[in-house]
């Protein structure tokens, strides 16, 4: 029974941390990256499908991203698709390829993303914390209805607080890493 909520309270932390981590993915920094445009969903005959799925999305060099759809009627869509995102992009139309130049940000955009970036690690440190909780919840229930020992109990709970640690290392060094790449000129 330890062992379940052990398990259980780790898959999450690493869920949490997966998460933040695309979230992360999606706060644009000066450099292109062929993930930022994955969530953008395109009306596709119909069916709301992300880019990836209706056209091949490459680097063109580190500041521009480049979508050659399958479907050649595909063009406008996309980029109406990409235009309108909450990415504030700009695309230019090479004849069936969308090129999305990355605009330079500004200092004071910079500052602002670092902002985002440190408020959705709260967010995250947050997410942790509670599945700390619920675990030790769990285990208290446990000692309470006599199924474990206290020895057990507290040795597990030691074990959650680990991984707690563990994981809120692992989103402190995510948040280095996106402040880092935002401030990078």
Do not use: C, F
């Not at 994955?38 to 500041?63: E, M, S």
């Not at 947050?126 to 619920?134: E, F, G, I, K, M």
């Not at 229930?141 to 640690?165: C, F, H, M, N, S």
């Amino acid at each position: 029974m330890i062992a379940d909520i052990k398990k259980s309270a780790e898959q999450k932390m690493r869920k949490t941390v997966e998460a933040l981590k695309t979230d992360l993915a999606k706060i644009r920094t000066g450099r292109a990256h062929s993930g930022l445009l994955d969530h953008i969903v395109v009306d596709y005959y119909g069916t709301p499908t992300p880019i990836p799925q209706v056209g091949n999305v490459t680097l063109l060099d580190a500041r521009t991203i480049s979508v050659s759809p399958w479907d050649k009627k595909m063009a406008p869509a996309i980029e109406k698709a990409i235009r309108d995102s909450d990415l504030g992009l700009n695309t230019a139309s090479m004849g069936e390829t969308v090129r999305v130049p990355m605009p330079v940000l500004t200092e004071e955009r910079r500052r602002d993303l670092t902002k985002v970036v440190r408020h959705e690690g709260e967010n995250a440190r947050v997410a942790v914390r509670n599945v700390r909780r619920d675990a030790i919840q769990h285990l208290k229930e446990l000692l309470k209805q006599k199924k474990v020992a206290e020895d057990e109990e507290r040795r597990a709970q030691d074990e959650i607080q680990r991984l707690t640690d563990r994981s809120i290392a692992d989103i402190d060094k995510l948040l280095q890493q996106k402040e880092a790449d935002l401030m990078a000129v």
